[in-house]
């Protein structure tokens, strides 16, 4: 079945770039998603990108895809302390119907020191 | 306006008790979805419902219904709520056309005691 990886956890000082990396397994996904949480509230979607880009940049955020190592990263710049919040990265197949869910990563905890 | 809206915000009840979350969308989009974000935050798709017909049923309890009474409304009932179905439900909906983008509702914290 589909699997979306990443690590739990990132601490960054703020200032710094954070790059969240994410892996799937999922061969078919066509569309590739990040979305942001902050406590307590609903999912933001960031970016995506579409399977046939390398990358793609959307101010201060940086997305690379590397289709043949089925790796998606997400490189944040100049982080500041409203970037805290938990990452998720998202893929879901192109049926073409449109109803496809998202399979989602367990979301990375992004954390900045001062 | 908000795009995708659930209500209520908060849920508290009983277990064995029935319970209903509403979603509404106002974005003319053609698909919606339910999601249960658990207590760790693992995000997993339970339904979908595209023109009024469901499209995909994870393997989700049958004490769980979704129920479309037009396109832009999704409606979650619950039977015989257990202390396992305390999460947090998410809404979404897609337009099913271009890039496919999610948008995602506020979400309904389920608390079940």
């Known amino acids: 079945g589909e699997d979306v990886e990443q690590s739990l956890f990132l601490s960054v000082r703020e200032g710094d770039s954070s790059v969240i990396n994410c892996t799937y397994t999922?061969?078919?996904?066509?569309?590739l998603y990040w979305y942001k949480q902050e406590p307590g509230a609903g999912l933001q979607l960031l970016t995506y990108?579409?399977?046939?880009?390398d990358m793609k940049q959307d101010q201060r955020l940086t997305v690379l895809l590397n289709k043949k190592d089925k790796h998606l990263s997400l490189r944040i710049a100049d982080t500041q302390t409203g970037d805290s919040a938990i990452y998720f990265c998202?893929?879901?197949?192109?049926?073409?119907?449109?109803?496809?869910?998202?399979?989602f990563g367990k979301g990375t905890h992004l954390i900045i020191q001062p | 306006d908000t795009a995708v809206s659930q209500t209520p915000k908060y849920l508290v009840t009983q277990m064995g008790n029935d319970k209903s979350i509403k979603c509404e969308q106002n974005l003319g989009h053609d698909t919606m979805y339910w999601y249960k974000q658990d207590s760790k935050k693992f995000l997993k798709i339970m339904f979908s419902?595209?023109?009024?017909?469901?499209?995909i049923n994870e393997t989700v309890p049958n004490r769980f219904s979704p129920k479309s009474p037009d396109k832009a409304h999704l409606n979650l009932h619950i039977n015989s709520l257990e202390l396992g179905d305390s999460a947090v439900y998410f809404c979404?909906?897609?337009?099913?056309?271009?890039?496919?983008?999610?948008?995602f509702g506020p979400g309904t914290r389920l608390t079940v005691t």
């Open positions: 979404a909906t897609t337009s099913g056309q271009g890039a496919r983008e999610q948008y």
């Open positions: 998202a893929e879901t197949p192109n049926s073409g119907g449109g109803a496809d869910g998202l399979t």
């Open positions: 999922d061969s078919s996904s066509t569309y």
């Open positions: 419902y595209n023109n009024k017909e469901l499209i």
């Open positions: 990108i579409f399977s046939n880009m």
